[in-house]
């Protein structure tokens, strides 16, 4: 079934692609920009969000496609920067990306009181969504969005609705499939008229996304963590430019949790507690080991710091998923797993290799870096070499799924130093547009069986249960593994 449903998928998307070429392309050619174009013959995930918009309907897929391509190259989309908005937009802070809902989906905010109805500035405010939406889309290809609308404070005076038909628009024609919910905070009275409006314009699908929740609702779609004082959070985020607001990835972390600067250096007691971790292995047999390349002479002291974690580390398959970057490959793709609450806070690997023939540096930040702890969050990756980071909750804080951590990295001159201090004046120097960045979510592990390696701390009994558990599964795990007890939802 599976593979017949991953043929019918591949058929619609060529079909699309190859009648929207003759029936559009060759007429219309000079309405297009040759990047869209190009990106819809080589992105199937892209074909794919316009035609499960549409039902799979290829027709109306091909019609939705023009009208969004048209709109792309009026807009300049691709060429959009910050350059493109006007300053005082970008300070008063009227639209921006930061936090996440229950669900993990990525918040969009919009500020009502912000935004008072002038003809002359409504292109630029339409060309700011565009902006935020494309920036957001360019990064987190197809993971969808929570739109907050925040209509306290608002009045007559902030009533536009040729710009909230254009946001409208941008989820139902120019972002299909982005749009997971769309909250509504506060609202007047006096715009029920216009929201009425708005449903008709949403059409009959898309109006059960449209949340209407004031200080008591709020909480059943957004945690208090991030949410602002006047909606009942506890989230001291304030918005300011510049820089812009980055995914929430501001603040550096340290070896030892809560961050007061890049040191990393473990404490005495991090360094004792460490000595008592033992290895938790999630077997499957059918996933080969990622390869782990020895370290060169010269960077014998980076290896000796590695070997704290490799030494714990004897045999493991390791995580399950990678994602290919230009410079490194990473380890898990998409997240990390952590254990539950019920068997304790565990720890988890990411591993980064370095797949170019330069030295690598590489940075781990993090949306809660008051929660987590990682070893090491700010060093180098030497030529073919792999690393070793290992993740843990913090003084026992809790996993949250609206955690984030951005891993970056650059290629290093092959003259240049990999000390602290050289570290610290490279990422002061290097361009952005150098930067390799990607993304993984936290996961808790509740009843499925996670794809990466988990560490646990004090295990060393295996209870009958699990024993009983993995003769039923059919695996066989030699005992000089010293495997901790497994939890029985694994």
């Known amino acids: 079934m599976a593979e017949s449903n991953a043929q019918n998928k591949a058929k619609l998307i060529s079909e699309t692609r190859r009648r ?14 040759p990047r869209d174009v190009e990106r819809l013959q080589q992105d ?3 074909v794919e969000s316009y035609l499960c918009w549409r039902h799979n309907v290829i027709d109306e897929t091909l019609k939705m496609l023009d009208e969004s391509f048209q709109w792309r190259k009026e807009f300049s989309v691709n060429d959009l920067s910050e350059s493109s908005i006007p300053r005082w937009l970008l300070e008063i802070g009227c639209v921006y990306l930061h936090g996440y809902d229950k669900e993990g989906n990525k918040l969009f905010w919009i500020r009502a009181k912000y935004h008072i109805k002038d003809q002359k500035t ?3 405010k339409k060309k700011l969504i565009a902006f935020w939406l494309e920036r957001y889309a360019k990064r987190e290809n197809g993971k969808p969005i929570t739109v907050m609308f925040d209509l306290s404070e608002t009045g007559l005076n902030n009533i536009d609705m040729d710009f909230v038909r254009f946001i409208i628009s941008c989820f139902k024609v120019y972002y299909p499939k982005y749009l997971s919910k769309m909250v509504i905070f506060d609202m007047p009275w006096i715009m029920n008229a216009a929201f009425k409006i708005v449903k008709s314009w949403l059409g009959p699908e898309a109006v059960s996304l449209l949340k209407f929740t004031s200080k008591h609702e709020i909480q059943d779609y957004i945690s208090v963590e991030y949410l602002p004082p006047h909606m009942g959070g506890t989230d001291p985020f304030k918005y300011s430019y510049p820089p812009l607001v980055d995914d929430d990835f501001q603040t550096p972390l340290c070896e030892n949790g809560p961050i007061t600067s890049e040191d990393e250096n473990s404490s005495k007691e991090d360094i004792e507690s460490d ?7 999630i077997s499957n047999e059918e996933q080969p080991a990622l390869p782990k390349k020895i370290n060169p002479p010269e960077s014998a002291s980076k290896t000796d710091e590695n070997e704290k974690v490799d030494s714990k580390i004897k045999a493991f ?4 998923s990678v994602f290919k970057g230009p410079l490194l490959h990473i380890s898990p793709a998409e997240e990390l797993y952590f254990g539950s609450m019920e068997s304790g806070e565990k720890k988890t690997l990411i591993v980064l290799t370095n797949v170019t023939k330069n030295v690598v540096a590489f940075k781990v930040r993090t949306t809660a870096p008051e929660k987590y702890r990682v070893k090491p969050s700010n060093s180098s990756c030497d030529p073919g070499a792999s690393v070793d980071i290992v993740v843990s909750p913090h003084g026992g804080l809790t996993v949250s799924a609206q955690d984030r951590f951005l891993i970056m990295a650059a290629e290093m001159e092959l003259s240049s130093g990999t000390g602290p201090a050289e570290l610290t004046q490279f990422w002061k120097e290097v361009p952005r547009s150098k930067v390799m960045e990607h993304r993984l979510r936290c996961h808790t592990v509740e009843s499925s069986k996670p794809n990466t ?14 024993s009983e558990d993995l003769y039923l599964q059919g695996r066989s795990l030699s005992m000089d593994q010293k495997l901790c007890r497994l939890h029985p939802q694994f």
Request: charged content about 40%; glycine content about 2%; proline content about 2%.
């Open 275 to 281: 000595g008592k971790e033992t290895l938790e292995m």
């Open 453 to 466: 390696l988990v560490l646990k701390d004090n295990a060393s009994n295996v209870s009958d249960k699990t």
């Open 20 to 33: 929207f070429e003759a029936e559009f392309v060759a007429d219309k050619s000079d309405k297009y920009d």
């Open 44 to 46: 199937d995930n892209w």
């Open 317 to 320: 398959k390791k995580p399950l």
């Open 122 to 124: 409504t292109m630029d």
